[in-house]
Structure formats: C-alpha cells, structure tokens
C-alpha cells in the first residue's frame, strides 16, 4: 500500500514519459499456430494508442493479454509500471477493460451492474451508489437503469459496459473494438465518450478495424498483422505512407485500358484487367487535372470516374508490400468500410 | 515518510474514494465483502427468474401430491409389509430430497450463462478471487433450496404429513438436506462449467430430476425388479432419503445416516477439485 502512494506521488511530481501500457516482444501461440510474433507497444501516459488491423491480426489477443486476462508464452508486459504476469491483482486495479461483447449481467438492472462491480472494486455501499449515479448520467442511461439489461439495446450495452469499467476510474483503459456492430449513432456517441476519457487524462488502448476511427480518435496507430506490428506513427504519417487520395477509372474494352495505361504511364498504376479499371494515387485537384489531361491526349472514353480516399486496404497492401488482390470482392469491402466511417463521420 | 505529503499535494482530479478504495483488496474481510455481493447476485438471479422457481417448487409440490392421492391408496396397500406407515409419512421425505436435488441442478445452468456470456471476463478483469464468482451461486442454491424445501414441508403438513421429529431430530434432517444440497450443487457446478450451452446444462437438471425415482423415495427398493433393487440400494440418494426419513418420521436409519455422510463428501472431494480445475481452465484460455 505505501509503496503504490509513492508510486503515485512521484509519477506526478516528476513527470517522467513513463509509458502506462508497454509490451516488448510478446508471444503467444493457440495449439501451433503462432497468434502473436514478438509484439512490441508503448503507449505514453494520458494518451490515446489505436490498434489497428483486419480479424486474425492479433487485436483481441493483445489486449485480454495486457489485461491479464489470458496468459502469454514470451515477452514482458506491464501497466503502469505492474508486471502483467507477476502483479496480476495490482494490474487489475489500475486498468479497466470493454470487450467487443458486452460482459454485463443481463439479469441485473444497469444500475444494480454498475453497483455490484463498485462494491467489488472496494468502494464503499454509498460511494458506489453515487459512482453509479454519475455514470448513468454521463453515458445517458438515468432512463434505462432500473431495467434488466437484457431489455438494452446494442449501444446501450456497450456504453453500459464502458461505463462498468470506469468504476473505480482507472487510469488505463482497454478498449477492444467499442464500436463494431453499432450503429452510425451509437458510433457517434461512442466516440464522444472516448474524446472525453483522453481529455481527462486517461490512458487508452483502442482496437479498431476501421482507419477512419483510428484517426478520429488516436495520438498515434500501430498496424498489426499476422500478430505484428508492421507499422507505428501518428495517423497522418500513416497517410502520409499509403498516399492520398487515388483516382479511379473504370472502361468499356481492353484496348481502352491499354491505350490508357501507355498514356498514363505512371509507376503508382493499380490495374485489373478483368474489371477493366485502373486506379493511381493523386495528391489534389491538380493531379486531378494531369491525369485527365494526359488522358485527353490519346483517344479513350471512360465509362466511370472516382476519387476514392485512402482505405485499410490502401493501408494494407502499402504498408506489407503485397500485391493488391484483384477482383470485385476486394475493392467492394475496402469501398464499404470507408462509406461506414463517412457515414459515422 | 513523507510519501504521503507528496501524495496529497497532487491535483488528482479522480474521486478521492475510488482512488483510495480501490487500493486495499485481500485479507479476509474483503474476501467475505466480495463473498456477499456475489451471493446478493445470486438471490437477485434467482429473485428475477420466478419461472424456475415455481417449476422447482411447484413440480414437486405436484409429485408429491399425485403420488399421496393418486397412486397413494395402491401404494399403501402394496408396501405395507416393508413399511407400514402412512403412505404420505413415506412419500414426503422422499420429495423433499426430490425438491432439493432438482433445485441444486439449476445451478449448473447458472454457471453455464456466466461461462457462456462475457460476464465472466468481467469478474476476471477485477481484483477479487474468480472463484468467487462460483461461490455465490453455491452458496444462492443452499438458501433457495433451502426456502424451496421449508415451503414444501408447508404443503406436506397440509395434506397430513404427521412427523414425529424432536428439535433435535429437525436440526440433525436440517443438517442432512443441506449436505446434500450442497454435494448436488457441486456437481451441478461441475456440470455447467463442462456444458457449452445452457440448453446443455438443463439436459442435466432432468437427470437429477429422475435419479430419486430409483431410489426409495417413493416406493421401498425391496419391491423393484433385482437389478433395480441393486441400484437402489446402492445409489447415493437412497441412504440420505431413508436417514432424513428416519430423523422425521421415526423410521429405523441403520447404517444409512453414515452411508449418507460418506456419499456425500466423498462426492465432494472428488467433484470439487475437479469444478476447480476445470474452472481455472476455462477462465486462463
């Protein structure tokens, strides 16, 4: 006990940029298949580190190890400065977590929920109640908190859940994927919740598949892959490496996507022959303009025009160096995911 | 040291009670505080599912009845030379066991939804003992089999169940019925962490449910066919039955009283460890 008071003193006294969540190197196999290769995270006190990566990449993984919830076969990790897998009760009580499932009672009210993980934090009958209060306000639940949860609906489960593990207002918080399956409301309001967490100074890891969440909300992004970290910066920097937007240029026959390819003849050129489209980085208007320009120049008719801007998939296939996956299928999800976000947004 | 100076002298915006609550977690007193809001969750569960309540307390209710009124007057006749009492002093202990064992299923259900649900990796994510987390179910199916069954000895006295029980003899059947209660939820236990689904787990409450019919519960095992006979007598709600009847109705208990013990914590020690083990595995994966 006297030893946290003096790790808690001195953190703030000498503000050091002591990383609250750090793994170096972390393993993890299920069976024989490797899940985690040598993960490497630092996520600097009171800011926001977004995970990003497609399913299977390791997110989920990451995250239950870091909060003790699954055990791991190599590497270190710790939580404010707890070892995660010596100090398993000391990191509990600095970190709360949100699954991508809401892991609340259904039986139980929201407000008997939010009391009874109070009371297991160790808060007194009265100050849990009044936890509990505050809570149901700020996640907008007053309404709802004396109905079993199993009445609730997707986002309120989820804010419900958000808020169970703010209870004892940790100053790290894991949050794996808070907003898959809600809708673009509930999204919204997700997010606003977020944006106030790191603005009162709390720690968060945030797993996300989607990039444009990732840079709605996050100081810096690191792209897991194959249980990898293959990419870590700031979302812009990340940007910066895919390129920006890209143009995109559909036809009617082969020899126009020839004729047009030779005309183009740029290094950055996407080509799928079957769908008879091409597509190439722009960086503004004004590459816009040479693109069309140097179409003009040779006597080809496009059927379909569009400026698509940068998607996970961009992200992806830049950032592993793989070819990109021709094909309908491919660029339909890719498409999807970035008119999700637009739509949150 | 002045540790502490340096501590208040920081502008911690966060509730100073979540701060200062949060950081003590083991010793004893905090493991019984953890103990009882689990158990509080139990009898909540247990409170909002009338449903399974009236099934486990009306089912027996109706057994019991039945077999008192509709095969009673044939049974009566039938087992008089074995046990010549009045069919309903027979029949009641043998319902009573039959109340407290289906009830005690219900647990394995119970468990199988937190284990099912993410509501597990909750406890997990907390400071406290997970097992607890098992605790609180055992300890809600002690106290609602408990009212399940003082309600059914209610009706029995009603329909003229006379036992011949001192207090002493009450407080020895008490005793017994918890023993069992506990030993079939620990099974149950064991049963819901090993079912995927509740609908598997329920599978388990009609076993139970049918083990006393086998048993000489309702009827004496000397009048059975010999392989039924067999099992009867050698099956561990047999031995229980005829000691908690014996405590009530003054019937001679032999052996049984000891025989019910040993069945019931051997039961116990093997089933516990295994729940525990079981318990770990599916929490750590």
Redesign the interface.
């Known amino acids: 006990m006297e030893n946290t008071v003096i790790r808690e003193g001195m953190a703030t006294v000498k503000p050091t940029r002591q990383a609250a969540i750090h793994a170096s190197g972390l393993r993890k196999s299920f069976k024989d298949s490797a899940v985690l290769d040598g993960v490497d995270l630092d996520v600097d006190t009171g800011t926001m580190l977004a995970l990003l990566g497609p399913n299977g990449a390791g997110k989920t993984t990451t995250v239950r190890i870091l909060s003790t919830l699954l055990p791991f076969d190599g590497g270190e990790a710790t939580i404010s400065g707890y070892d995660v897998a010596c100090e398993p009760d000391e990191v509990r009580r600095v970190m709360g977590i949100t699954g991508q499932y809401a892991t609340v009672d259904e039986v139980l009210t929201g407000r008997e929920n939010l009391v009874m993980i109070g009371r297991l934090y160790h808060l007194g009958k009265a100050a849990a109640r009044a936890r509990a209060d505050t809570l149901l306000h700020q996640f907008d639940l007053v309404d709802a908190a004396d109905r079993a949860v199993r009445t609730y609906s997707g986002g309120m489960r989820r804010r419900l859940d958000l808020a169970a593990s703010l209870i004892a207002d940790p100053p790290v918080i894991f949050l794996d994927e808070p907003t898959t399956g809600l809708d673009p409301r509930s999204r919204q309001a997700m997010w606003d919740v977020i944006r106030g967490l790191v603005a009162s100074g709390t720690t968060i890891l945030l797993t996300t598949q989607y990039l444009e969440e990732a840079d709605q909300l996050a100081d810096r992004v690191a792209v897991i892959d194959h249980g990898r970290i293959i990419a870590d910066g700031t979302a812009a920097e990340l940007k910066q490496r895919v390129g920006t937007e890209r143009l995109e240029l559909s036809f009617e026959h082969t020899a126009d996507l020839a004729a047009a390819r030779t005309a183009l003849g740029v290094e950055d050129l996407h080509v799928d022959e079957e769908a008879l489209r091409l597509s190439t980085a722009v960086g503004g208007p004004d590459e816009v303009r040479d693109v069309l320009n140097a179409l003009g120049q040779v006597p080809v008719r496009a059927t379909d025009l569009q400026l698509s801007r940068p998607t996970l998939d961009d992200v992806f296939f830049d950032l592993t160096g793989q070819a990109r996956p021709d094909g309908d299928g491919t660029r339909t999800t890719a498409r999807a995911v970035a008119t999700e976000g637009a739509d949150a947004a | 040291?002045n540790?502490?100076l340096?501590?208040h002298?920081?502008?911690?915006?966060?509730?100073e009670?979540?701060?200062a609550?949060?950081?003590?977690?083991?010793g004893a007193r905090?493991l019984a505080?953890?103990a009882l809001?689990?158990i509080?969750?139990g009898l909540?569960?247990t409170l909002?599912?009338p449903d399974s309540m009236i099934t486990s307390v009306a089912l027996p209710i109706m057994l019991m009845l039945m077999f008192v009124y509709v095969f009673g007057g044939a049974i009566e006749g039938g087992i008089e030379h074995v046990a010549p009492v009045a069919y309903v002093d027979y029949v009641v202990p043998g319902v009573i066991l039959l109340t407290a064992g289906f009830g005690a299923a219900i647990t394995a259900i119970n468990v199988t939804n937190d284990m099912s649900?993410?509501?597990?990796?909750?406890?997990?994510?907390?400071?406290?003992g997970n097992w607890i987390v098992v605790l609180g179910h055992v300890v809600a199916s002690l106290a609602r089999n408990l009212f399940a069954t003082a309600l059914v000895v209610g009706v029995a006295l009603l329909i003229g169940f006379r036992p011949t029980a001192s207090v002493l003899e009450w407080a020895a059947a008490i005793g017994a019925i918890t023993l069992f209660v506990l030993m079939m939820t620990w099974v149950s236990v064991l049963f819901g962490l090993i079912a995927k689904t509740p609908d598997g787990a329920s599978g388990f409450t009609f076993f139970v449910l049918f083990l006393p019919y086998v048993s000489s519960a309702f009827v004496p095992p000397e009048t059975m066919p010999s392989v039924l006979h067999g099992f009867a007598e050698h099956q561990p709600v047999t031995p229980i039955i005829e000691t908690v009847r014996g405590l009530l109705t003054g019937t001679p208990i032999g052996n049984s009283a000891w025989l019910a013990i040993a069945w019931c914590v051997g039961i116990l020690v093997l089933v516990m460890p295994i729940s525990g083990r079981l318990f770990r595995r599916r929490t750590?994966?």
């Open positions: 040291m540790a502490t340096i501590h002298d920081t502008h911690d915006t966060r509730p009670n979540a701060r609550g949060s950081r003590p977690g083991t905090w505080s953890d809001v689990l509080t969750r909540r569960h909002r599912s649900t993410g509501v597990i990796d909750r406890f997990r994510s907390l400071p406290i750590t994966s």
